[in-house]
């Protein structure tokens, strides 16, 4: 099979499902407590570069419903993107989801502060929270699920 193909595939597939899941849980997908279940996806970049515009696309289209906008649009998909890309250059499983919480943290807290006049910091505290259980709670298990599956991590490896 040919191998732009088989990337654009994965990158269509993870843009999708992440997609999917943003809108599925919508209402703790945007807020300032936010649980973006979605982000747990993040972990897939440990797999295949595939996902790194995969989860951007996927962040993209999500937040195209966002309330708070463009400036969602642009700052929160560069945050996914940023800790997607991020996520692909380590090698210690449990740090994975690491940089999907920092970015966010950081990235989106600015976003929320910006968009609804509460401090940084407590912008930040929240979006670390929810990224937290999202990418630790639910990203790191899938991580580990995929890599002791054969089956998944050789087709997300080709």
């Not at 990337?7 to 499902?17: D, E, G, N, P, R």
């Not at 912008?123 to 991580?143: E, H, I, N, R, T």
Request: proline share 4%; glycine share 6%; aromatic share 14%.
């Amino acid at each position: 099979m040919n191998k732009k193909f088989l990337f654009l595939t994965k990158s269509a597939l993870i843009a999708a499902v992440y997609f999917v899941l943003t809108i599925l849980f919508a209402p703790i997908s945007y807020s300032l407590m936010q649980v973006r279940i979605a982000e747990g996806l993040c972990v897939l970049a440990y797999f295949t570069p595939a996902a790194i515009p995969g989860l951007a696309l996927g962040c993209l289209l999500a937040n195209l419903s966002s309330p708070f906008g463009l400036i969602d649009i642009v700052f929160g998909t560069l945050a996914t993107t940023l800790a997607a890309f991020f996520a692909s250059k380590l090698k210690n499983k449990y740090l994975v989801p690491l940089p999907a919480v920092l970015f966010n943290a950081f990235i989106v807290g600015y976003v929320l502060k910006t968009m609804l006049s509460v401090h940084y910091l407590l912008a930040m505290f929240w979006v670390a929270a929810g990224q937290l259980l999202a990418c630790y709670g639910l990203g790191l298990p899938l991580l580990i699920f995929l890599e002791k599956n054969k089956f998944f991590s050789t087709l997300l490896k080709k």
